[in-house]
């Protein structure tokens, strides 16, 4: 089974509004990563956050991390119609070199 | 400063044919990753490798399936006597030398299988 739940799994919204996803995940890991795939394309890597940190932003995207939970979030703010994509969490288990990737939250925005 | 280059971009074989899918990683990196996707759902980790070595094939079925990465040249993907359920999108991702934390994707191979 995968690492990485997310949830949703589908989110629509209107442009301007907050986006936030959600990321569960098994094993201790060293980082953690969201990444975005717009519609048959490959992936993108939008941030990391490592273990022994607890929030981190990169320009409207803030993502947390909580160890205790094994949960991280993703906030997008302001949202606009090219966020449209969707959006993945991928974990990398202590002590092994192999990403593991979540099942997703398709993120649509409405202009 | 090219990408990771995969090709071919769309791939289409019958059932048992062979299918090879390419991947060529940025300049300078020397790790490579291969991934499938089904449509709506996540990415599946199938092989880990280093110029030359297969580090990590725990995601890569144990028959039909084999991947290699040699000194000189792009990677390679095949998958022999293929079959409908082998009908996916295929993402190689490659990560340079000494940092394996973020990856790097190609646009992926979509094989049909007919």
């Known amino acids: 089974s995968q690492q990485g739940e997310e949830d949703p799994q589908a989110l629509s919204i209107q442009e301007g509004e907050n986006a936030t996803m959600n990321c569960s995940y098994k094993?201790?890991?060293?980082?953690l990563q969201w990444y975005r795939q717009n519609s048959g394309r490959g992936l993108v890597h939008l941030i990391l956050i490592r273990s022994n940190e607890r929030e981190k932003h990169s320009g409207r995207l803030r993502v947390t991390l909580d160890t205790s939970k094994k949960s991280s979030s993703l906030l997008i703010t302001a949202s606009r119609a090219a966020d449209t994509a969707s959006y993945f969490c991928?974990?990398?288990?202590?002590?092994?070199?192999?990403?593991?990737f979540g099942t997703g939250t398709r993120l649509k925005v409405l202009a | 400063n090219a990408g990771v280059m995969q090709n071919p971009r769309h791939l289409v074989r019958r059932r048992g044919q062979e299918a090879r899918l390419r991947c060529s990683p940025m300049k300078g990196h020397s790790h490579v990753y291969w991934y499938r996707q089904l449509p709506e759902e996540g990415l599946k980790f199938m092989v880990y490798?280093?110029?030359?070595?297969?580090?990590?094939e725990s995601g890569m079925p144990k028959e039909r399936f084999s991947a290699e990465f040699p000194k000189e040249g792009p990677s390679i993907l095949r998958i022999q006597q293929v079959v409908r359920g082998d009908s996916a999108a295929y993402f190689c991702?490659?990560?340079?030398?000494?940092?394996?934390?973020?990856?790097?994707f190609g646009s992926g191979t979509q094989l049909s299988v007919l």
């Open positions: 991702a490659s990560s340079p030398p000494g940092n394996n934390e973020k990856l790097f």
């Open positions: 094993t201790s890991i060293n980082n």
């Open positions: 991928a974990t990398r288990t202590s002590g092994t070199y192999k990403y593991i």
């Open positions: 490798l280093q110029k030359e070595n297969i580090i990590d």
